[in-house]
């Protein structure tokens, strides 16, 4: 049974360009989160999804971020116009419906954006 | 707003040591807190504690909770430079699915 998959691993962008990264969760789980880590820091909550729908999205900057779990296909994290603060780590976790309530998650091995 | 808060930021022991890291929170309609190691790559689960005063034990390491006092801490015993990483505290928000955590313990085990 795959764990959650993550893609690309390392991203370099220059400053404007879009970063889109990928996740695939584990099989039979209906729940993707999105967060980002600083250096040095924790992990920060951005995004909680389920299939075609955005539960909460408070975490997340208003402009230039926007994510999605369609249908079929792994979630996207889409960063638009980034900007050097942007350059971080973004981890995907997923879950199954069952432990909504206790909160485990099972994280990808995350996604090390760069911004040149 | 949730709030976790961990203790110590960093901590540097010798292999043999025993260390005690601390987490403290502040949440609304508190259900579980969890404990995950982090080396370099995806935090991994450790601990879920929802009961004050029940240990939880895996090896040498143990947590238990304290729900009065609002705290949680994670021992562990004989450590080994294989321990170290980051220790991240965590409690999740249940209207949402989403997780508050701490901005973690990293510790450091010397040969």
């Known amino acids: 049974n795959a764990g959650v998959m993550q893609n690309p691993r390392h991203l370099v962008r220059r400053r404007g360009q879009e970063a889109r990264l990928r996740c695939s969760p584990m099989?039979?789980?209906?729940?993707v989160y999105w967060y980002r880590q600083l250096p040095e820091e924790g992990l920060k909550f951005m995004v909680y999804?389920?299939?075609?729908?955005?539960?909460?999205e408070s975490g997340m900057p208003k402009e230039r971020f926007s994510a999605e779990f369609p249908k079929e296909g792994p979630s996207i994290l889409r960063i638009q116009q980034v900007v050097r603060g942007d350059s971080a780590a973004y981890f995907c976790a997923s879950s199954p419906p069952t432990n909504r309530g206790t909160g485990e998650l099972f994280f990808g091995e995350g996604s090390r954006l760069t911004v040149l | 707003e949730d709030k976790v808060v961990q203790s110590p930021l960093s901590l540097v022991v010798h292999e043999g040591d025993t260390v005690t890291l601390n987490c403290s929170y502040e949440v609304t309609n508190f259900r579980s807190l969890l404990w995950y190691k982090q080396e370099k790559k995806a935090p991994t689960f450790l601990f879920m504690l929802t009961s004050s005063g029940i240990e939880k034990k895996s090896g040498r390491l143990s947590s238990i909770l304290d729900k009065k006092e609002l705290f949680s801490i994670l021992n562990i015993t004989a450590t080994q430079t294989g321990d170290s990483a980051v220790y991240l505290c965590?409690?999740?928000?249940?209207?949402?699915?989403?997780?508050?955590f701490g901005d973690g313990t990293t510790l450091t085990v010397k040969p």
């Open positions: 999804l389920q299939k075609e729908n955005i539960i909460d």
């Open positions: 099989k039979g789980h209906s729940h």
């Open positions: 965590a409690v999740p928000n249940t209207n949402a699915g989403k997780s508050t």
